[in-house]
Nanobody, 122 residues
Framework: VQLQASGGGLVQAGGSLKLSCAASGRTFSMGWFRQAPGKEREFVAAISVGGGSTNYQDSVKGRFTISRDNAKNTVDLQMNSLEPEDTAVYYC???????????????????WGQGTQVTVSS
């Protein structure tokens, strides 16, 4: 599975960005993680293979929305009300087998795309 993320950029606080990730190959649940300078990579959001279940980090609930289009094999992350603390490199990730839950543990995600930079200015 190969993942290609896009959509990052520079935005002012309070603004919006939409990240997209295109996958080649079969994927199951998919997710987004982020890594700020000097910090560990952290979970942002995940979505089940059918799109019926989602999981979010508490700090992004109500501001970010994850969605997927299985016909196109893509997963998006709509980010609204962005804050400077959201500045990071964002990575999409995918599972290679069905799981009974949407894990936030980065070590349990086998496939990763290259990152896309999101910078939120104050």
């Amino acid at each position: 599975v190969q993942l290609q993320a896009s959509g990052g950029g520079l935005v002012q606080a309070g603004g919006s960005l939409k990240l997209s990730c295109a996958a080649s190959g079969r994927t199951f649940s998919m997710g987004w993680f982020r890594q700020a300078p000097g910090k560990e990579r952290e979970f942002v959001a995940a979505i089940s293979v059918g799109g019926g279940s989602t999981n979010y980090q508490d700090s992004v609930k109500g501001r970010f929305t994850i969605s997927r289009d299985n016909a196109k094999n893509t997963v998006d992350l709509q980010m609204n009300s962005l804050e400077p603390e959201d500045t990071a490199v964002y990575y999409c990730a995918a599972q290679n087998r069905p799981r009974s839950y949407l894990t936030s543990n980065r070590n349990e995600w086998p496939h990763w795309g290259q990152g896309t930079q999101v910078t939120v200015s104050s």
